[in-house]
């Protein structure tokens, strides 16, 4: 991909500039390698804001295809003089894909945060986040927590709940915004108590009504609370378990009987947070291969710990799926990634380089016996899986066959996500799609109205980036064969995102 003089010197400058604060950045590229990435466009800021009422469509999209795609994911990565270290921290910008009669509109909109409303007003960061703390200077002496605004910048996923739509990141307060207009209504909880973290990825039973989630206290008492939230809004604690060192992580499993949650030796230093030397909120956390991993089984009617697993350690972002077999074993099945690194790769400095190798995640199956504390521990698949996706209000909790996500070609050489995949867990194969130049998302799986003719009878909806165009489409695929049915063109490119939900 050719690129002018004049970009190659800001990039170069870019990646001058943004050092990483009190991090522990693990680069694996060779010294020197200050070339962009060919896919460097996915992490430059968009600013603009934007409605289009029909996108020029290739191919042609399901009449039956009748809602809206509303993603969620960081789109400004400089905050005045101020560069954002890691991908985490970037201001959360909407993207909203409606369908209906074979067309589609497309608009985007910064989430109004407090870090948004600082950053319009002052042109300045005010507020910390994941890997970034705003310049010292501000507060020298005023404090060494973390300086936290009313309304989060909530980047990470989007939540619905019945006809109210939130923003999520992890912190336990979500935005909420109109899915129409991507308008901020505002915090939809009280301000959370410094030093309280929670998750994106919360839970939905549609069977009950439930809603599941956890909060991680980082300050004395610390541990993991999971909670409940009844389909009349009460919310009770279903079990908090005492944790020295909490263990970062960021999301969790639900089956018929339990909530189980992967917590992982990656744990939080509360003398390192309250020293000087504190750093930004991620390096406070530090992994330690000599502890296992643990898989918290917690009683969804009764609540409290009903078993308590450990195995060899590993990290997990995400969890795909969880059930109950035959035997009353509980089978949990996550992208596991070897340790940290992946959350040392991806600051932008090492995202945004030339020949950087990015730490890829098996999709991996632990069946645990919850009465004999067994487990065991086997891959489903040969090959990366990251971003999972599956026919959640069908088939999560329950034993299912396929998920999709996001992958690497090449994870020798290949630096980031550029192929879609699909896991077909009873064939134990991962198949794929994938196209030069093509830089996809996390696969959000609409299933076809009626029912469908099987559980992969739908399709998948994924922004990519046309890296040698610098723009992005959304690409329509079928989620049995991974062929392409349709894709949009978007008139500028659109950061990566994490993650996004479809309405009907
Ligand atoms: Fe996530």
């Known amino acids: 991909m050719a690129r002018t003089r004049r970009e190659l010197l800001q990039d170069g400058a870019r990646l001058g500039a943004a050092a990483v604060v009190g991090g522990a950045y693990l680069g694996t590229a060779p010294a020197g390698a200050a070339t962009a990435a060919p896919y460097a466009t996915g992490f430059r800021s968009l600013t603009s804001e934007v409605r289009v009422p029909a996108l020029h469509v290739d191919g042609a999209l399901p009449r039956w295809l009748n809602g809206v795609l509303v993603r969620n994911g960081p789109a400004l990565f400089e905050i005045g003089e101020q560069q954002l270290n890691h991908w985490f921290d970037g201001l959360a910008m ?12 497309y608009a985007n909109r ?11 007003r002052t042109g300045k960061m005010k507020y910390s986040e994941f890997g970034t703390d705003p310049c010292r200077a501000i507060f020298s002496g005023v404090t060494t927590l973390p300086v936290l605004g009313t309304v989060p910048n909530a980047n990470v996923s989007i939540e619905r709940l019945g006809t109210r739509f939130r923003a999520l990141t992890e912190l336990p307060v979500p935005v909420r915004f109109d899915p129409r207009s991507l308008k901020t209504l505002g915090a939809d909880a ?27 206290e980082l300050v004395p008492p610390s541990g993991l609370r999971v909670l409940v939230q009844g389909r009349d809004g009460t919310r009770r604690e279903l079990a908090f378990v005492p944790q020295d060192r909490p ?37 406070n956390f530090a992994w330690d291969a000599r502890q296992p991993s643990r898989v918290v089984l917690v009683d969804r009617a009764r609540g409290g710990v009903a078993a308590t697993i450990e195995v060899d350690p590993f990290f997990v972002f995400h969890n795909i799926n969880a059930f109950e077999d035959a035997r009353g074993r509980v089978v949990v099945d996550v992208c596991a990634h070897h340790d940290d690194g992946i959350v040392q790769a991806l600051y932008l400095k090492n995202l ?21 504390g067994k487990a065991e521990v086997r891959d489903l698949a040969e090959g990366n899986f990251e971003l999972p996706r599956t026919d959640y209000d069908r088939m999560n909790a329950r034993e299912y066959r396929y998920a999709y996500g996001v992958g690497v070609k090449d994870p020798a050489r290949s630096g980031f996500i550029d192929r879609i995949s699909k896991l077909d867990i009873k064939a134990e194969r991962l198949t794929h799609w994938d196209e030069r130049g093509a830089y996809p998302g996390e696969p959000v799986f609409v299933r076809r109205p009626g029912g469908g003719r099987g559980e992969d009878d739908g399709v998948l909806l994924s922004v990519v ?40």
Do not use: C, M
Not at 94 to 105: E, I, K, M, P, T
Not at 352 to 372: H, K, M, W
């Open 352 to 372: 945004r380089r030339a020949g950087v190798r990015v730490p890829q995640a098996t999709p991996r199956r632990l069946t645990l016996d919850p009465a004999s």
């Open 94 to 105: 909407l993207h909203g894909f409606a369908f209906g009669d074979g067309r589609v509109s």
């Open 465 to 504: 980036l046309d890296a040698p165009a610098r723009t992005s489409y959304l690409l329509v695929l079928d989620a049995r064969d991974l062929r392409e049915i349709a894709r949009a063109r978007v008139p500028h490119h659109i950061p990566f995102g994490f993650h996004g939900l479809y309405a009907s």
């Open 247 to 283: 263990g970062y992580l960021h999301s969790f499993a639900l089956t018929p009987r339990y909530v189980a949650v992967f917590t992982q030796p990656f744990g939080f230093d509360l003398t390192k947070f309250l020293s000087p030397q504190r750093g930004p909120i991620v390096t």
């Open 190 to 216: 009280e301000a959370a108590p410094n030093g309280r973290l929670g998750t994106a990825h919360p839970h939905h039973d549609p069977r009950t009504g439930q809603r599941f989630s956890y909060e991680l």
């Open 110 to 120: 910064f989430l109004r945060s407090s870090q948004h409303d600082a950053w319009k």
